[in-house]
């Protein structure tokens, strides 16, 4: 059956092989001593570093093998730009069956499960202690975040960058509220232990309208678009993602419908504006980084677009230090920690089948070389990201910003997406439900059990109910 | 003898009994390679597990199972319903009768302002896609950016909205209805102008209004066009998403079937992109298309509309 497939697929192709000319690049002799690496990544303007933090790094790389007396130079050739994650994926899986593919790939940390799975890239280690002995600079890595690059036990990713999802509050309007300055400098540390939760925030949010404090919708704005931030919520509550155990995804019902009434709730109490899922980005970033609404979750990196973009003209990060706040995403149940959701990117090395070229020890000694506090920092600090390396919480060029130094805390709790093939089919089913929760079309408990009964069709045995 | 019939017998006369094979053979290459192939490919995909996590390499076949969970999914019927649906209003209130009351407007007004009229009515179907619907997103946004807000809402004094989502279905029929008006208004305002000037005349002459004339006289000189427009535009609604894509990608109960079939097969947040799924219900697709195409050319009886040449033969 493979077999009429394949002849199939190549009667499609061959005419597209006779029209595309003399394109065809005939596989060169190229010797020993040229290696070519080619490294992919996407990413807002601000996070070209991604890609150009291999320029320096190539040539560390080859002024050491030049000194041991290796014999063959490193060549790289980046690729970047600001596609959906979705359309990376696409063409990478496209590359990769045609043998094409990047040798080194960044992606979200999730995307190691389907990679993996297609064997289009491999495993860096055996475990943990192993990669750290590999390179002093994977030694460097926070610990915690090869978490985020293990599936069955290996290492498939060296973690990229990092950033929290944090709550964002206005200080004047705060203050005009009638919260004094210790009251709101209080906040973040109240919601790390659990005593100012997501009700506390509605109440607050609340009275802030009908004081006219913020106008009406304007006390609370969730993210306007699709994205893992809303998991925030369903996490506050008690759910989880996975059961490591059993390798299986776990949806929670109870911290689904908890979740999903909180969506329905910001809208009923006049928070957050009808039909607001959709609201344009950029109307969304002009609102929230002017001050116009009480409180927002967004993303740490947005804290650089903010800054560069939108207040540009009003002293960029001067007036957000003085006009707004941050803290981890409230927790649903009091007493319990506030957290936040990161969400790594890392970089993938592929094999040599879907690159077709060799040199994968190349390919992950440059990944070394690319993990220096210097080279993090450059990425950090322009995109606002959290770094990732132990040694940058020490390093001047890092720690003298002071966003990230005051959220770098914030990884003592968070979490991350799990690393599950079919987790892209859980998000679906779990966004779909709640918008019909927010946006009324559904009841909370009726979109609980349009979803879990819609994720049990999808997933099957893949799922576990709790 | 008519030298034209001359001449067609002396270049048919002498040629071999196959003839006609290689006359068609560049017309079937294409129509083999970039509409048989696709379909029979579809086909076998839709028989396997085949998704990114297998890869081209690692995939296994299936046989009925993707069609079977298609026909247990909790959303299939909603999918379906809403595409009928979608199909449906964008085709009788705009792709038919929007276009059938401009190309009627312009065919009795002034030759030049007519033109300039229909000239304006392909505007949206000459924008770029993406540029188009971020006008309307413009157009819908809410409050206080939106033009729908701010210039007629705000000053009505009424409550101002963000009006995709509160009427979504209005939307996505509005948005492909205003491009595909334009399809039928071409071909029927081009139909109305063919029907010889001294029909028309003499039925107002006989003393028939302009209603009378449209009913008795128009309409029927569009059979042809009127089936044609209705055959290919419930095709094409059918399998058209990009505008809902960009639009409102699926959201507020937005997902038509090609839509559906496209975020499963090609487009998901996050990783697995479920290839032999996606393209099950993109068989689907496939298959209703092949039938009520079938169903329109019977039922329409579209040959005894084609009228035979009118040139001797013989």
Known sequence: MKRIFLLLLALMVFPALIFAGGKQEVAKEEGPKEVKIVIRAKGNPTEHWKVDAFDEAVKLLNEELQAEGDNRTVVIEKIFDDASWADVVR????????????????????????????GYIIPLADSVSEIKKMYPEFDDVIDNLWASCMLHGKVWGVPQDIEARPLYYSIPKLKALGWSNAKIKALPERIKKGEFTLDDMIATAKEAVAKGVVEPGHGYWHRPKRGPDFYQYY??????????????LVIVEDALEKWYAFQRKI?????????????????????????????????????GE??????????????LFE??????????????????????TVYMVTTEKASGRKGRDLAVRLLAKVTTKELNTKHAVESTHIGILKSQANYPPYNKDRFLSDVIYMLDYNYFLPNHVMFSTWEDAVWEGMQAAEIGQRSPQDSTAATIKLLQAELGDALIVK | MNPDIEMTEKTTGGGGKYDWFWFLLP??????????????????????????????????????????RISSHPETLEHLWLTVKYVAFTLVFFNLGMSLVIALLTTHISRGVGFLFRAVWLLPRITPVVVYVMMWRFIAADAPYGILNQIIIKPLGLKTANWLPMAPFLFIVLVNGFIG???????????IESIPKDLMMASLVDGSSYLQRIRYLIIPHLRWPLLFVTTFQ????????????VLTDGAYNTEVWALWAYHKALSTYSGNLQWGFGTALAAILVTIGIVMAVIYMRYFKFEELVQEPKIETQ
């Open chain 1, 91 to 118: 063409s990478f899986a496209m590359s990769a069956d045609a043998g094409e593919a990047p040798d080194i790939i960044l992606g979200g940390h999730e995307h190691i499960a389907v990679y993996s799975t297609a």
């Open chain 1, 235 to 248: 996490f506050s509550y008690g759910g989880y993602f996975y059961d490591p155990d059993e390798n299986k």
């Open chain 1, 267 to 303: 809208v009923d109490e006049g928070i957050t504006p009808e039909n607001f899922i959709g609201t344009d980005w950029r109307i969304w970033h002009d609102t929230v980084s002017h001050g116009k609404a009480l409180f927002w979750n967004g993303g740490s990196w947005q804290w």
């Open chain 1, 306 to 319: 903010w800054a560069g973009i939108y207040l540009k003209d009003q002293g960029g990060q001067e007036y």
């Open chain 1, 323 to 344: 006009n707004v706040g941050y803290a981890l995403q409230p927790s649903g149940v009091r007493g319990k920690s506030g957290g936040t959701l990161s969400h790594p």
């Open chain 2, 27 to 68: 017309a079937l290459i294409l129509v083999v390679i970039f509409f048989f192939l696709p379909i029979i490919i579809t086909f076998f995909i839709s028989g396997t597990n085949m998704s990114t996590a297998t890869g081209f390499q690692n995939w296994k076949w299936i046989g009925l199972k993707n069609y079977q």
């Open chain 2, 181 to 191: 008006a334009s399809f039928g208004m071409i071909l029927f305002s081009s139909a």
């Open chain 2, 234 to 245: 419930t095709l094409s609604l059918m399998t058209s998403f990009e505008q809902i894509l």
